[in-house]
């Protein structure tokens, strides 16, 4: 039995930052003044902005830029492997994908967010699933999301 302990490792932070354990952080940069709260996973290569606040049970792969001033509700999950060859990608990086989250955005509770780029300004619902790129500010909900106004 192998058993690995909720850490926090390798990771830098601004002035400010609140994280409230436990949590499993690891290589990546956080801005200053954000909250993590707990039961949040945040991967290596992952940078978030200043002014924002990540909710409990949030996971955050590899590969998610978040800009500053924005909210992530409780249970949003970020993907990074879109399963192109009907299966997992299997540790081969390569076939990940990066997601690029604006400024000012607010994701709602149970989201789900594809390989997307959001622009700054939007709201997105909770339980929404983002498939595509959101290149308008405005607010989105569904499954897939759409713009609702």
Do not use: R
Not at 28 to 35: K, M, Q, S, V
Not at 55 to 80: K, P
Request: proline share 4%; aromatic share 6%; with cysteine.
């Amino acid at each position: 039995m192998n058993i690995k302990k909720v850490s926090i490792n390798d990771i830098k932070t601004g002035k400010n930052v609140n994280i409230i354990e436990p949590v499993n952080l690891y290589g990546c940069n956080i801005g200053e003044n954000t909250f993590i709260g707990p039961f949040v996973e945040i991967q290596k290569n992952v940078t978030i902005g200043s002014n924002c606040k990540i909710q409990s049970h949030t996971f955050i792969c590899e590969l998610v830029t978040i800009g500053s001033n924005t909210v992530i509700a409780h249970g949003v999950m970020f993907i990074n492997d879109l399963f192109e060859d009907g299966h997992p990608a299997n540790g081969d990086k390569s076939k990940w994908k990066e997601t690029k989250i604006g400024n000012n955005v607010s994701i709602g509770s149970n989201a789900t967010i594809l390989p997307v780029t959001v622009c700054d300004n939007v709201v997105i619902g909770a339980g929404s699933v983002v498939t595509k790129n959101i290149d308008q500010p405005g607010t989105y909900i569904g499954n897939p999301a759409f713009k609702l106004k």
